[in-house]
């Protein structure tokens, strides 16, 4: 799930700010359950995918450049 949920991410704000909420939103449209999408950003965010700048995050630049090289 949390490649799905990456991707989701990834969809919606490319190299763009967003706040823990929207970033939610957007992996619901990957993943119908709300508790597993809570799960999956909560996990996201332990691996350190995200930039933070206060109550903003994006994307890790690189870890996307990663993820765009390997599909």
């Known amino acids: 799930m949390l490649g799905p949920g990456y991707r989701g991410l990834d969809d919606e704000f490319k190299d763009g700010w967003f706040d823990l909420e929207n970033a939610?939103?957007?992996?619901?449209?990957?993943?119908?359950?709300?508790?597993?999408?809570?799960?999956v950003v909560a996990c996201l965010d332990a691996l350190?995918?995200?930039d933070r700048e206060?109550?903003?995050?994006?994307?890790?630049?690189?870890?996307?450049?990663?993820?765009?090289w390997g599909t």
């Open 24 to 39: 939610v939103n957007a992996v619901t449209v990957q993943i119908a359950d709300e508790d597993g999408v809570r799960r």
């Open 48 to 50: 350190q995918v995200f």
């Open 54 to 68: 206060e109550s903003q995050l994006r994307l890790e630049p690189l870890l996307g450049d990663c993820v765009a």
